[in-house]
């Protein structure tokens, strides 16, 4: 992330996404950023004097309410689009404040599906 940008980070990672924020080690906070985790699941955003957004590469996490998280992160004022199909799941791409791409799965509950990777 860019600098400075650590309050739009807990906005949108601990407020719409729900990740917790915890505490980076003392020895690294000088480098500014912020860290959340939900589960196994960790996040470490770093910032970059040079920063440019990740369109490409992303983290994809899995989700209970597909369409609530869509509606609340559409309602913040944050791009989504819709993800190409794959089998066993639903899922959209959530762009963070700095034009990160994220992707949000959902596993379809269909009988004789397989679950979606």
């Not at 199909?85 to 596993?107: K, T």
Request: charged share 20%.
């Amino acid at each position: 992330m860019p600098p400075g940008g650590e309050d739009q980070a807990r906005s949108f990672y601990a407020g719409l996404l729900g990740l917790a924020e915890v505490k980076k080690p003392l020895n690294l906070l000088a480098r500014g950023g912020c860290w959340f985790q939900s589960g196994g699941a960790k996040v470490h955003l770093g910032v970059e004097a040079d920063f440019r957004p990740a369109r490409k590469a992303h983290p994809a996490f899995l989700v209970d309410d597909l369409l609530g998280m869509s509606k609340a992160v559409s309602a913040a004022g944050y791009e989504v689009a819709q993800g190409e199909p794959l089998e066993g799941c639903q899922r959209i791409y959530v762009f963070d404040p700095f034009g990160n791409r994220i992707e949000l799965m959902h596993i379809s509950e269909t009988e004789g599906t397989p679950p979606c990777p």
